[in-house]
């Protein structure tokens, strides 16, 4: 992952000292503090930095011409008229709202991006209706994450599930992402600062904020989504958890799937179900060799007669809550199957 070099200055020597050590838990900051302009000065002059965070006392400032410089300040009183134009980050606010600015503010200003390979795509899909499949998708994503992975969890549905284990929290998600995707800006840092983390290999994005906003995309919107994801250099695997229609929207997923997971569960509706997908031969046709079948609520006994590979099954847990369920099937051994699904 880039990561990012700042020079953040101010006379406050309390709030910088503070200010740095909460930077110093984002490992994409390699951050220098200055307490006076003079100095800050002098290491511009002998080390070019991404980004000068300064109050407005030691600004404009000579950088080089990629060097953004935004403004830290606590009102507008004393930003000068030379200084208008400057983006402005509010002071004495919580340390994790300033780095997501900072990363926001820094993708606007720079259009260059740092991929470092094109992360693998697991869709984890099914036809059913309550087969467990956010479940299975949820645990395949930790079990990855397990492995050492950075792994992208995105759910893809109009009213998802997914929120008792992974909670939508404040700031921007995956409607603000989708809003910026015609812009010509860094995707990576931008997605730095919209993500969220279940734990230090677990990524997610808030949900859509209404089933409009998930509706009113188009395949090609779904396509362009998810190839910036997969290609923005920040993960290793993206793990999509879509929604149980065959829609043009999923019909692309499918095609950019490196992998595609069909989750099954007993139950003579659900088997019909299974059984009619199956029997769709343009998709069997197409995608049946990037297909696998994992058994949800597994009792032993075959669930379809479908020609899908079984990767294996997940048995029926004694109702533990969802915490306790996906931690699991994240280390049970008997899933280790789920950590080789690529």
Do not use: W
């Not at 079984?310 to 099937?329: K, N, S």
């Amino acid at each position: 992952m880039k990561r990012i070099k700042i020079a953040v200055a101010d006379e406050n020597r309390a709030y910088l000292d503070r200010l740095i050590q909460a930077f110093e838990q984002y490992p994409d900051f390699e951050v220098s503090s200055f307490g006076s302009g003079d100095r800050l000065e002098k290491a511009l002059d002998e080390k070019r930095y991404d980004i000068v965070l300064s109050d407005p006392a030691f600004l404009p400032i000579k950088t080089g011409a990629r060097t953004v410089q935004i403004l830290l300040s606590d009102d507008r009183s004393g930003i000068t008229a030379d200084l208008e134009d400057l983006p402005r980050i509010e002071k004495f606010q919580r340390c994790d709202k300033i780095q997501r600015a900072i990363l926001e503010i820094y993708a606007a200003c720079s259009p260059e991006s740092s991929h470092e390979g094109k992360a693998q795509l697991v869709l984890v899909f099914s036809p059913i209706g309550g087969s467990g499949k956010t479940t299975v998708a949820l645990g395949i994503a930790a079990r990855i994450a397990a492995q050492g992975n950075r792994v992208l969890y995105q759910n893809f549905e109009e009213i998802p599930s997914c929120q008792a284990y992974l909670p939508d929290r404040e700031g921007k998600g995956i409607s603000d992402l989708l809003a910026e995707l015609d812009e010509n800006l860094d995707f990576s840092l931008l997605i730095q600062s919209m993500i969220q983390n279940r734990s230090e290999n677990l990524f997610y994005f808030n949900t859509f904020r209404t089933p409009n906003d998930f509706l009113a995309m188009t395949d090609k919107d779904t396509a362009s989504l998810f190839e910036t994801l997969q290609g923005c250099g920040l993960f290793d695997v993206v793990v999509i958890d879509a929604g149980c229609s065959i829609s043009s929207k999923n019909a692309a997923l499918f095609d950019l799937a490196d992998r595609i997971i069909v989750v099954a569960c007993p139950g003579e509706t659900a088997t019909a179900k299974l059984d009619l997908f199956y029997a769709q031969k343009y998709l069997m046709n197409r995608y049946e060799d990037k297909m696998v079948q994992v058994n949800n609520f597994d009792s032993g006994r075959p669930v379809t007669s479908g020609s899908c590979n079984v990767l294996g099954g997940i048995p029926a847990y004694d109702r533990p809550d969802c915490e306790r369920l996906i931690a699991a099937i994240s280390s049970d051994q008997r899933m280790r199957f789920l950590g080789q699904v690529l």
